[in-house]
């Protein structure tokens, strides 16, 4: 069984949701009207923290000018974000 290290979950509890805000997606409203459980939600930062592309993500997230722009083409969590949109 291959272990597999996570980073920082503040780190990519962050990103998740600058990401998702920069694709259209507010994870917390979301959450508020019920499209997104807690599981999921953890489901997704989980999924970012084991993805080996944060420096991406933030080169990415600091030449964003806009929202809905497509997301960060390594990006771990684009499939469920793009299901919430």
């Not at 994870?27 to 989980?46: F, K, N, P, W």
């Not at 970012?48 to 991406?56: H, K, L, M, Q, Y």
């Not at 806009?66 to 997301?71: K, L, Q, S």
Request: aromatic letters at 4%.
């Amino acid at each position: 069984m291959r272990h597999i290290q996570l980073g920082d979950i503040e780190k990519h509890f962050w990103l998740a949701r600058s990401v998702a805000r920069r694709m259209g997606v507010s994870l917390t409203e979301a959450m508020a009207d019920g499209r997104l459980s807690h599981q999921a939600y953890a489901e997704i930062v989980t999924r970012c923290r084991a993805a080996d592309c944060s420096e991406g993500c933030v080169l990415w997230l600091a030449e964003q000018q806009h929202e809905m722009t497509p997301e960060p083409p390594c990006c771990a969590i684009a499939d469920a974000l793009r299901q919430l949109r």
